[in-house]
């Protein structure tokens, strides 16, 4: 790891793809946030990264939780140490792809319409 | 046949969208409410943490018709003021409908809880304690459309495109994320309620979701736009150190209570040099604050990360506590002590005063299409005030959702050869193919240095002439090549590609407008014409001409005079 930047994991993948961990190296600043590397990466790097997320600061969306280190937590207030994390998609849901799982209420689902005709 | 087949159709979920959706549906409306990410989640409305302008008249004496003028006078000349009266008079409606929905209005002694804010004459700002507002509006109204029948919610849901016959809507375009299915809805109306551009700005305090959408959408099916060079910008958003899990725009109500010295790079007080007073309570109008923090920037005089210091170290930490308890230990976890160092503050793009140009019924120029929200542009004229945009998305959805109704038994327009529209958009959008990764997020900073260099708050002929010039580059030549790759589900390099093609468009309306508009006015400040000339109290508008390209012409002020009303008469 250089000096000024910090090297994150991220577990990728979707259901019809085999799951695989890639490293990505980010510019490293004090106090940044787990989404702020993630958004590093897709501006940067690799744009077909996906993940969700909205609101970006204000932890109000409640879109972005992910597994950081294991632990589940919301990737925009999880702070980034210095030497970097291993960021996963969660577990107990369903994975679509890469950082993105299924928590859409079923309700809000487009299939639940299109059922209804 | 379309996916789907819906009387109404709203496309986003914020106040505005939600707020349509459950007026159209109690008007008997079939609705389907849908959002590119979830369901009253993804925008500004959960995002706002301060207050709702209203004259309820709880508090202290109000009518609604002193409301109007303060907006009016705000709003420098421009103001739509039929649109402005309607805000005006219909916001304590609303105001008093969420209540009866527990929306939790702050109370003391019974009464409805108003403050003044900036701007406002009579203390008339509703609010949800503590900072609590968006978010307990935003949950409301979710279980408001839950509950409501006849409303189909659908999450992730992006449309991309209206289908339009005639000059009638016919319905719209989108993919759905999770799957990446084109997906075509047919609707007897469209409300656009997909809120605003902040996001075009390098600083702004927009979602990922404020890239402009509606305003593409609009220009797109043949809708006009009104006021679009009119950004408003706020000019203490949060700069350094890293905050998360706050609002940027959180230092306003700390400089009301307790002061704040705003100083430059030098630690030098500077808002004197432009002709207003600091001295340790800066009291400063916006626009002036938000102008001279970039000056002194531009003349490098700024913080390290280029904007100003807001400094607390004057005021005694008790002083500090009893007026910020929780909020000083949420300063604390990121590592932020008032009492010992300085914040560094910016102005930040927070709301977009132009937008689609509507009637009183919130219908557009074409058949069926309809706006609400902060996609709407006019009530606001060039200048927003303070708290004046909450209930502007809770007053124009409900009336965008209950004219929007009034359409449900006419006979669709769409037509059989529109069902395959939804597909060719998702070819079009990996048409070109192999436009992989990066070259996405690069123009897309490309825009927003652009943007905010150019376009933000110091706007000269030939910025604005070059910054034009290259978004019509980017929108027409740039962007077609870098269409992704296609990808099967949750396609985001799609969406960006989407998001992108929108705020290309959406900008270069802002870009043309302050480019055309040769004078300083409100949220406008031209450095090469600083005075306001009266011959340009008028509105423009832009079209999309058959060729693609964007036109602007001049159009006049609608006036619609309301008399204050005596105070007695309130209630
Ligand atoms: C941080 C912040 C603080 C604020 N504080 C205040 C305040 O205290 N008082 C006040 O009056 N105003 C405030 N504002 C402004 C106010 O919140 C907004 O103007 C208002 O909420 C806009 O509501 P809306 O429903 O029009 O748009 P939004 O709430 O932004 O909703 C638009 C929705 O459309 C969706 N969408 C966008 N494009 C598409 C598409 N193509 N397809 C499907 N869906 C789409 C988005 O995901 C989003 O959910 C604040 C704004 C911000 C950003
Ligand atoms: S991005 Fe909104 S809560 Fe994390």
Redesign the interface.
Known sequence: MSAGSVTIRVRRGAPDEPSRIETFTVPYSEGMSVLDAVMWVRGHVDSTLAIRYACINANACKECMVRVDGKTGYACTSRLGADGALIEPLGNKALIRDLVTDIVPPKERLDAHLEEG | MP??DTDVLVVGAGGAGMYAAVAAARAGARV?LADK???G???AT??AQMTVAAAVGEWEPDHWTHHLADTVEAGRGLCDERLAAILCEEAPVRIREMDSWRVGWAREDGRMRAVMAPGHKIPRCVYVDFLNT??AVAKTLRTRV?QGAGI??????SIADLVVHDGRVAGAVGI?L?DG?P?GIAAAAVILAAGGLTRLFRRNS????MGGDAYALALNAGAELIDMEFPQFFPIGHLA????????IMWDPFRYKLGGRLLNGRMEEFIENYGERDSGVYTAPRDITSYAIVKECAAGRGSPNGGAYLSFEHIPEPELRLAFGPVIDRLAK??IDLTKRPVEVAPIAHYHMGGVRVDERMATRVEGLYAAGEAVGGANGANRLSGNAIPEAFVFGERAGRFAAQRKDEPRAWRSADDAQAGRLVERAHGAGGG???????L??ELQALMWDDVGLLRTEHGLSRALGRIREMRTDELPSLA?RR???????LL?WLDLGASLLAAESVALAALDRRESRGAHQREDHVATDPARARNQVLRLSADGALDSAWADIVAAPHARAPLEAAE
């Open positions: 996916e789907l389907v990410s979830l369901v989640r993804g925008g959960i995002m968006g978010p839950a189909a919610r659908i999450s992730g849901l759905n999770e299915q997906v927009a979602s990922a979701n150190p890293r905050l998360v899990g706050m609002d940027p990121n590592g992989e990764a990066a070259g996405l997020g690069a897309l900073r992704p990808k099967a589900h949750f396609d985001h390099a960006d």
